[in-house]
């Protein structure tokens, strides 16, 4: 073949470097190019020329030069074999060339056609470090691992070996090499480990006979005799394995699954594992035993642990915090993976192997426990039996156990080539093209490859939620004969363990929404699987079944609804976190069930402009005022479920709740105002009014701090149009104010919003409306020092401008008066503040955990700001505003306290109001202090950011950031 011919024939079998093998086959010899087919089939068939020159100047040095060529020539199998090995592995290409006489294990024409038994590899490391002085047998012991290696993965590269069962043959091969290690240990420990029995115990992939190329081996380890003995046993064994010597390493023995993890004991007897796993173990602690085995050491002891903890395994399902354990693992896993990472995760990321052993998992601990059959602990034999035993569709069986077989397979080409820990799918073109390759996709390599493993994920993602959730519909509905049919009671027990507390009630709701044959019902049986993962995930699932039905029967025939989910995701998802965390959210959707429509987009709140002018709008295009505060009021519900919804779901932060329902006030009261004046006007024969009217917002509502409970604190105040009867303009404001109270307070389908005047001048003994002159008479001879300070949250916001403008400047004075306060005065306030802790208190209520007048709560806080306000307000301009944490940034500023403190009574006045606003929102009523009851908790930790199983991590949070502001109180208010 002349050289042209030659490089074109070198570039069809996928050959690269064209100069460099044209180069290295005539090194080989003029027969060179017999081997060119057998090497087009191979990874990388660059590589696996280069390696195998490599190894023939090696083979050269110990005089096998001829032989091994000879064979390569002359023996198809031997060539398929040694370059299927080259041309993958990296790392067994320098071991060749390290020990070249390991060519010939690659010529045993038995290699492809029979496994090795797994007391003959265990043999074979025990006779290689036998007899051996340490350093020595450390070098045997890893030489001797990679020889075994060798054949391994020749048989898995060429004879299409299973991939279950190459993961046997590693885990066989890691309990051998466990043995040999332990074999070494004794010699070290000498005749201290004498009597002593140790069993070691494989957890994890090792257990379940389902072992990496490279991966970490999980073990505990169980012992009678001498505990210093066991320990120092163990201990020598892992680092046999782990040591880096000339032949490098093997790898990493980890035994941080033990009782207590790293900070337990290394071993323990079976009574204390006994012990421990009674009295203390974790639910998931229970899983990650699912797949223990004994494999060296003392068998028998270990054998009887296992015996020990199976029936404990079996009942973890039962065990109170199983679900959250379960999630909480899970969730665990994708946070640790690094976000440079996460696309490419083939173990951990979304769709990825753990998403299949996890679904395994769960399937067997819930099943499991009646039905023996399903209990194997490798994950595609558990998978099988699950089909069998109609816990998983035969469709979806098959499906799932050809991805996760491709899953596993790549991963296992992946971590052969350097003999490397890795799950994460390399992203370089010539990587790609090796992985492809050795999967046998030999055109388009990197295309083919990639659209397989997307597949694949894609598949896995729908599968684990389908697998999961989908059964459930059939012990409810008529569904096909090809979906998996679950008995009501094995439904009811798959509900328990997903969290769900009344699984039957749960049924009920299940069948109510997908039974018949209509297309509605068809829609609930696609979307379902989703919700019910969806509602798992969150505080209350009961809730948020039931709530999803109550809604789905008011919209179920509306034709955007279940159309909107089925093809909006994010609204679909959002919905369903709503309904299983907020009751407050589940209410405004029942009474406003198209607001499901406001889930798919924006729903950070609306500005205070467009909401009075759709407000306005709106409420004129109804005949009547009546109808027309209606339309308003909707308006308003519409804008509640936009910012608890986008509070729920973590969009928006307790500074942008406070502002948004301000000004969804603000909005309110102009369109409400101003329609009352309208309506007054004409019911008496006006033309006009003969009155400017504004509202001043006070307390929190002044402050931009409203709840979601909160009431809006107001003054009216209104002045006389020129020429206006003084009696007939007081009795047009009065009428206009009782209005306004009366039609926003009207029970009806949207929540009221109550109107309270009871801050003004003489409260309620006094006129519901005064004058500008009228207040500023009174606080000229009447005003005492609460007044002030009630004052200081007024902010003017609704009505006449220049009316709002004037009154302004009449409190001003009062509120930030020239000179600061008296000395009697800052007694007076601080008397007050001492019966408002003494007086007001609930009695019962635990003054550490009542979050508006506890120990460093809101009314601490605020108390201390306003101290400070009327003290230095005058020349201190920052100080002069409603909100409280504008003042504390200000009066850090100003020198009035240290920025250290501000910045912690700014920490616990918003976590305070953070949990007030979510206790509302998860039981949708308002409460002031601490929930106790653990479901409410539970939904207000998750509110808040927190787990499932952080909750007790919230109150600690809670009552240490409490403590150090009710400190910085006690310095700065009470001094």
Same mark, same amino acid.
């Given at each position: 073949m002349n050289r042209a011919s030659q490089r074109t024939e070198l570039l069809r079998l996928g050959f690269v470097d064209l100069d460099g093998a044209v180069e290295d086959l005539d090194r080989l010899g003029p027969r060179s190019g017999d081997l060119l087919?057998?090497?087009?089939?191979?990874?990388?068939?660059?590589?696996?020329?280069?390696?195998?020159?490599?190894?023939?100047?090696?083979?050269?040095?110990?005089?096998?030069?001829?032989?091994?060529?000879?064979?390569?020539?002359?023996?198809?199998?031997?060539?398929?074999?040694?370059?299927?090995v080259l041309g993958a592995s990296a790392a067994l290409a320098d071991h060749l060339a390290r020990h070249p006489a390991h060519w010939r294990e690659l010529a045993d024409p038995a290699l492809g056609s029979t496994r090795p038994a797994a007391w003959a590899i265990r043999a074979s490391l025990l006779a290689a470090v036998a007899d051996r002085p340490d350093h020595e047998a450390l070098d045997a012991l890893r030489v001797e691992y990679?020889?075994?290696?060798?054949?391994?993965?020749?048989?898995?590269?060429?004879?299409?070996?299973?991939?279950?069962?190459?993961?046997?043959?590693?885990?066989?091969?890691?309990?051998?090499?466990?043995?040999?290690?332990?074999?070494?240990?004794?010699?070290?420990?000498?005749?201290?480990?004498?009597?002593?029995?140790?069993?070691?115990?494989?957890?994890?992939?090792?257990?379940?006979?389902?072992?990496?190329?490279?991966?970490?081996?999980?073990?505990?380890?169980?012992?009678?005799?001498?505990?210093?003995?066991?320990?120092?046993?163990?201990?020598?064994?892992?680092?046999?394995?782990?040591?880096?010597?000339?032949?490098?390493?093997?790898?990493?023995?980890?035994?941080?699954?033990?009782?207590?993890?790293?900070?337990?004991?290394?071993?323990?007897?079976?009574?204390?594992?006994?012990g421990y796993y009674e009295r203390w173990a974790e639910a998931w602690e229970f899983q990650a035993l699912l797949k223990a085995r004994p494999v060296a050491g003392d068998l028998a002891l270990g054998g009887e642990f296992v015996a020990m903890v199976a029936p404990m395994v079996w009942s973890a399902a039962d065990r109170e915090g199983f679900v959250d354990a379960a999630r909480a693992m899970r969730r665990r896993v994708l946070e640790h993976i690094p976000a440079r990472e996460a696309g490419r995760q083939l173990k951990l990321g979304a769709g990825g192997l753990r998403d299949v052993e996890f679904a395994v998992q769960l399937l067997q601990l819930v099943h499991g426990r009646a039905d023996e059959s399903i209990r194997p602990p490798t994950t595609l034999s558990a998978l099988s039996r699950l089909t069998e035993g109609g816990y998983v569709g035969r469709e979806d069986g098959e499906a799932l156990h050809r991805a996760y077989s491709f899953l596993r397979q790549l991963e296992h080409r992946i971590q052969l080539h350097r003999l490397q820990r890795t799950h994460v799918v390399p992203a370089d073109e010539p990587s790609l093209r090796r992985l492809g390759r050795s999967l046998g996709f030999f055109k388009e390599s990197e295309r083919r490859l990639e659209e397989t493993w997307e597949d694949h994920r894609r598949e896995v993602s729908r599968l684990h939620q389908k697998i999961f959730y989908r059964p459930l519909l059939s012990a409810v509905a008529r569904i096909g004969a090809d979906e998996v049919r679950l008995s009501s009671e094995a439904a009811g027990a798959r509900l328990a363990a997903l969290g769900y507390a009344d699984p039957q009630a749960a049924l009920r709701n299940l069948?109510?929404?997908?039974?018949?044959?209509?297309?509605?019902?068809?829609?609930?049986?696609?979307?379902?699987?989703?919700?019910?993962?969806?509602?798992?995930?969150?505080?209350?699932?009961?809730?948020?079944?039931?709530?999803?039905?109550?809604?789905?029967?008011?919209?179920?025939?509306?034709?955007?609804?279940?159309?909107?989910?089925?093809?909006?995701?994010?609204?679909?998802?959002?919905?369903?976190?709503?309904?299983?965390?907020?009751?407050y959210c589940t209410d405004l959707l029942e009474r406003e069930p198209a607001g499901v429509r406001l889930l798919g987009g924006d729903l950070h709140p609306l500005g205070s402009a467009a909401l009075t002018d759709e407000m306005l709008a709106t409420g004129g295009r109804q005949e009547?005022?009546?109808?027309?505060?209606?339309?308003?009021?909707?308006?308003?519900?519409?804008?509640?479920?936009?910012?608890?919804?986008?509070?729920?779901?973590?969009?928006?932060?307790?500074?942008?709740?406070?502002?948004?329902?301000?000004?969804?006030?603000?909005?309110?009261?102009?369109?409400?105002?101003?329609?009352?004046?309208?309506?007054?006007?004409?019911?008496?024969?006006?033309?006009?009014?003969?009155?400017?009217?504004?509202?001043?917002?006070?307390?929190?509502?002044?402050?931009?701090?409203?709840?979601?409970?909160?009431?809006?604190?107001?003054?009216?105040?209104?002045?006389?149009?020129?020429?206006?009867?003084?009696?007939?303009?007081?009795?047009?404001?009065?009428?206009?104010?009782?209005?306004?109270?009366?039609?926003?307070?009207?029970?009806?389908?949207?929540?009221?919003?109550?109107?309270?005047?009871?801050?003004?001048?003489?409260?309620?003994?006094?006129?519901?409306?005064?004058?500008?002159?009228?207040?500023?008479?009174?606080?000229?001879?009447?005003?005492?020092?609460?007044?002030?300070?009630?004052?200081?949250?007024?902010?003017?916001?609704?009505?006449?401008?220049?009316l709002r403008d004037r009154f302004t400047a009449l409190i001003?004075?009062?509120?930030?008066?020239?000179?600061?306060?008296?000395?009697?005065?800052?007694?007076?306030?601080?008397?007050?503040?001492?019966?408002?802790?003494?007086?007001?208190?609930?009695?019962?209520?635990?003054?550490?955990?009542?979050?508006?007048?506890?120990?460093?709560?809101?009314?601490?806080?605020?108390?201390?700001?306003?101290?400070?306000?009327?003290?230095?307000? /005058?020349?201190?301009?920052? !100080?002069? =505003?409603?909100?409280?944490? #504008?003042? &504390?940034? $200000?009066?850090?500023? @100003? %020198?009035?306290?240290?920025?250290?403190?501000?910045?912690?009574? /700014?920490?616990?006045?918003? !976590?305070? =109001?953070?949990?007030?606003? #979510?206790? &509302?929102? $998860?039981?949708?009523? @308002? %409460?002031?202090?601490?929930?106790?009851?653990?479901?409410?908790?539970?939904?207000?930790?998750?509110?808040?950011?927190?787990?499932?199983?952080?909750?007790?991590?919230?109150?600690?949070?809670?009552l240490r950031i409490t403590r150090h502001a009710h400190a910085v109180v006690d310095r700065v208010f009470w001094e």
């Open positions: 087919a057998l090497l087009g089939r191979t990874a990388d068939p660059d590589a696996a020329l280069r390696a195998l020159c490599r190894l023939a100047d090696a083979a050269e040095q110990i005089g096998e030069r001829d032989a091994l060529l000879a064979a390569v020539l002359d023996d198809e199998g031997t060539a398929m074999r040694l370059l299927g990679r020889r075994l290696l060798l054949r391994l993965a020749a048989r898995d590269l060429t004879h299409h070996l299973g991939v279950d069962d190459a993961a046997a043959e590693l885990s066989d091969l890691a309990a051998g090499t466990l043995d040999a290690a332990l074999a070494i240990a004794r010699l070290r420990v000498g005749e201290a480990a004498d009597g002593v029995r140790l069993a070691v115990v494989a957890m994890g992939k090792c257990g379940g006979h389902e072992l990496n190329y490279v991966s970490d081996v999980d073990v505990l380890f169980v012992h009678e005799g001498d505990e210093r003995a066991a320990a120092r046993l163990a201990a020598q064994m892992m680092q046999v394995c782990g040591d880096h010597t000339a032949e490098g390493t093997i790898w990493p023995v980890d035994a941080a699954l033990r009782p207590e993890g790293k900070a337990g004991p290394l071993s323990r007897t079976l009574a204390s594992h006994q069948e109510a929404l997908t039974s018949g044959v209509s297309r509605t019902a068809a829609i609930q049986r696609t979307l379902l699987p989703a919700m019910l993962q969806w509602f798992a995930e969150c505080p209350d699932p009961d809730g948020g079944l039931f709530g999803f039905r109550r809604i789905s029967e008011a919209l179920g025939r509306t034709p955007w609804y279940l159309s909107t989910l089925r093809d909006e995701g994010e609204a679909a998802e959002r919905l369903a976190h709503l309904l299983g965390t907020s009751r009547g005022f009546e109808k027309g505060v209606r339309a308003v009021r909707a308006v308003r519900r519409r804008e509640l479920l936009r910012i608890a919804a986008g509070d729920v779901l973590g969009l928006i932060d307790v500074d942008d709740v406070g502002f948004a329902l301000a000004r969804l006030t603000d909005a309110t009261l102009e369109a409400t105002l101003q329609g009352a004046v309208e309506s007054t006007a004409r019911a008496r024969g006006l033309d006009a009014a003969p009155t400017r009217m504004a509202i001043v917002a006070m307390g929190r509502y002044g402050g931009f701090e409203l709840s979601y409970g909160s009431d809006a604190d107001v003054l009216f105040v209104h002045e006389p149009a020129e020429g206006a009867d003084a009696h007939e303009a007081a009795t047009f404001a009065r009428l206009v104010a009782e209005e306004v109270r009366r039609v926003l307070a009207v029970p009806g389908p949207d929540p009221a919003l109550v109107v309270d005047a009871d801050l003004r001048p003489e409260g309620r003994q006094g006129p519901l409306v005064r004058t500008l002159d009228a207040y500023a008479a009174y606080y000229a001879k009447w005003s005492h020092v609460w007044e002030a300070q009630a004052l200081l949250r007024a902010d003017a916001v609704v009505g006449d401008a220049g001003d004075p009062l509120r930030y008066p020239a000179g600061g306060l008296t000395t009697d005065d800052v007694i007076e306030v601080r008397r007050i503040k001492g019966r408002v802790d003494k007086e007001r208190l609930p009695r019962g209520a635990d003054p550490a955990l009542h979050l508006k007048l506890g120990r460093g709560g809101l009314a601490d806080i605020e108390w201390t700001v306003q101290l400070l306000q009327l003290r230095h307000g /005058a020349e201190v301009a920052g !100080l002069r =505003t409603t909100q409280t944490l #504008a003042a &504390l940034s $200000a009066a850090a500023d @100003a %020198g009035l306290m240290t920025s250290d403190d501000a910045a912690t009574l /700014a920490a616990s006045w918003r !976590l305070a =109001t953070r949990v007030r606003n #979510a206790v &509302l929102l $998860a039981r949708g009523r @308002a %409460g002031d202090e601490f929930p106790r009851a653990v479901l409410e908790r539970r939904a207000v930790a998750s509110i808040l950011g927190y787990q499932p199983t952080e909750t007790d991590r919230l109150l600690d949070d809670y």
